[in-house]
C-alpha cells in the first residue's frame, strides 16, 4: 500500500513552511511577521500531524517500521522541538533551521516513495513497539538539534565570535535527549526479552546504540568536568552526532547488518 495521499499534504505542509520560513526572515526587518510566521508554520505542522495519523488508520498499524516511516516522526518532532526552543529562548535561527530539517526530510520521503504493508512481523507485535521507537525518535530529533547548535557555535569560535549561550542551549537538549536515548534502550531491551528471550545479544543494532549513548554520556561527563573548555566538547557532540546516524540508517548498509534482528527497519 503506497502513502495514501502524501503528495497532497506534503504539498500542503511544505507551501505553508516556506510562507512562514520567509515571514520568519523578514520578521528580523520588521517584528510583527513573527505572528505571521508562527501561524503559518503551525498550521503546516498540524497538516503533517493529520498526515501520520491518517497513514496509521489507513495501514492500521503504527507507521514505524521502515527508513521512510521514521524519517516521517522525525519531521514531526523537529518543529516541536524548535517551537518550544523558540518560545523559551526567542531563537530565530533555530526555528527556521528546525522547518529546514523537517522539510528536507519530507521531501527525501517525496523523492523516495515507498511501498508499505498492513502486516507487522511477529517480532513487532509488541507491546514495547510503539514507545521504544517514539522515545528514540524523539531523542533523535532533540539530539540532532543539539548538533546544530555544535556546528554553529564552532564557526563561531573560528570567526571569535563565540556565543557562551549556545552551548548551555545544547547542554540543555542533550540532557532530554539523552534521558529519552536511555529510555528507548531500556524499552528495547525489555522488548527483546519478549520477543527473543534476552535483553541484549550485541546484535549490529544494539552495539550502535549503546555507542550512541556512550558518545552522548562522555560529552555530558566532559561538560561537567571542563566547563570551560566549550570548544572541544562542541568536538565531541558533533562526533557523538555521526555515531547517532550510523546507528539510525548507517548500519543498515554495513556487511553485518544481514544478520541483524533490525533488518525490518530498511
Known amino acids: 500500500m503506497d502513502w495514501i495521499n502524501f503528495p497532497y499534504y506534503f504539498t500542503v505542509t511544505i507551501s505553508l513552511w516556506l510562507i512562514g520560513i520567509i515571514a520568519l526572515l523578514y520578521s528580523y526587518k520588521k517584528e510583527s511577521f513573527s505572528k505571521i510566521a508562527l501561524v503559518f508554520l503551525g498550521i503546516g505542522s498540524l497538516a503533517l500531524i493529520a498526515f501520520v495519523i491518517n497513514l496509521w488508520i489507513q495501514l492500521d498499524r503504527p507507521p514505524m517500521r521502515t527508513l521512510g516511516e521514521t524519517r516521517l516522526w522525525y519531521s514531526t518532532f523537529i518543529p516541536v522541538i524548535g517551537f518550544i526552543t523558540y518560545f523559551r529562548w526567542k531563537y530565530k535561527w533555530f526555528l527556521i533551521y528546525s522547518f529546514c530539517m523537517a522539510g528536507l526530510f519530507l521531501v527525501i520521503n517525496y523523492l523516495n516513495p515507498?511501498?508499505?504493508?498492513k502486516t507487522l512481523m511477529p517480532a513487532l507485535q509488541?507491546?514495547?513497539?510503539?514507545?521504544?521507537?517514539?522515545?528514540y525518535l524523539f531523542s533523535y530529533a532533540v539530539l540532532s538539534a543539539s548538533c546544530i547548535i555544535a556546528i554553529k557555535g564552532t564557526y563561531?569560535?573560528?570567526?571569535?565570535s563565540f556565543n557562551p549561550s549556545h552551548v548551555k542551549l545544547a547542554d540543555n537538549l542533550v540532557y532530554i535527549g539523552f534521558s529519552f536515548l536511555t529510555l528507548g534502550l531500556l524499552f528495547g531491551a525489555l522488548w527483546a526479552k519478549e520477543a527473543w528471550g534476552h535483553y541484549w545479544t550485541w546484535d549490529p543494532k544494539e552495539v550502535?546504540?549503546?555507542?550512541?549513548?556512550?558518545?552522548?554520556?562522555?560529552?555530558?561527563?566532559?561538560?561537567?568536568?571542563?566547563?570551560?573548555?566549550?570548544?572541544?566538547?562542541?568536538?565531541?557532540?558533533?562526533?557523538a552526532f555521526i555515531i547517532l546516524l550510523v546507528c539510525w540508517f548507517g548500519v543498515n548498509y554495513l556487511p553485518v547488518a544481514s544478520n541483524s534482528v533490525h533488518t525490518y527497519t530498511q
Open 114 to 117: 515507498e511501498t508499505h504493508s
Open 126 to 135: 509488541s507491546v514495547w513497539f510503539i514507545p521504544h521507537v517514539l522515545v
Open 208 to 239: 550502535w546504540a549503546f555507542l550512541t549513548w556512550m558518545g552522548y554520556l562522555i560529552y555530558i561527563h566532559y561538560r561537567f568536568f571542563h566547563p570551560n573548555k566549550s570548544k572541544q566538547a562542541l568536538y565531541i557532540l558533533s562526533v
Open 156 to 160: 563561531e569560535i573560528y570567526k571569535g
